[in-house]
Nanobody, 126 residues
Framework: QVHLVESGGELVQPGGSLRLSCTAS????????IGWFRQAPGKDRESISS????????YYADDVRGRFAIARDNAKDTAYLQMNNLQPEDTALYFC????????WGLGTPDEYEYWGQGTQVTVSS
C-alpha cells in the first residue's frame, strides 16, 4: 500500500524556519520525482518545489526561491523541504507528491503527480 506522510508543520513566527519531511512507502521512491505543493484557504493548490529522482535537479517557484531548499535521501525514502525566513503569506497546508519519471518536468502540475500525502499545516504568525 502506498503512503506519503508529511511532518514538521507547526506555528512559527515571521522570520522563522521549519523543515518539512515527506516519508514514502509502498512504491520505488528512487524512481519518482518529488514535489512540494501548498494550498492556502480559498486558493488553488500551487507547486512550490520539486526534485528529480536522483536529486540532481531542483526547481522552485519564484516566491520561495532563495528561502526554501528541497532535498531527498533515497536511502531513507524521505524528501525534505527546508523553509527559511517564513512569512505570513507562507501559511498553508503543505503537501508532498510523487511523480513517475518521464511524466513531467520541472515543477509540474498537480495532475502529473501520482501519489499524494495528506498534508501538514504551516502557520506563520506573531
Amino acid at each position: 500500500q502506498v503512503h506519503l506522510v508529511e511532518s514538521g508543520g507547526e506555528l512559527v513566527q515571521p522570520g522563522g524556519s521549519l523543515r518539512l519531511s515527506c516519508t514514502a512507502s509502498g512504491f520505488p521512491f528512487d524512481r519518482y520525482d518529488i514535489g512540494w505543493f501548498r494550498q492556502a484557504p480559498g486558493k488553488d493548490r500551487e507547486s512550490i518545489s520539486s526534485i528529480s529522482m536522483g536529486g540532481s535537479s531542483t526547481y522552485y517557484a519564484d516566491d520561495v526561491r532563495g528561502r526554501f531548499a528541497i532535498a531527498r535521501d533515497n536511502a531513507k525514502d524521505t524528501a525534505y523541504l527546508q523553509m527559511n525566513n517564513l512569512q505570513p503569506e507562507d501559511t498553508a497546508l503543505y503537501f508532498c507528491a510523487a511523480r513517475p519519471v518521464a511524466s513531467g518536468w520541472g515543477l509540474g502540475t498537480p495532475d502529473e503527480y501520482e501519489y499524494w500525502g495528506q498534508g501538514t499545516q504551516v502557520t506563520v504568525s506573531s
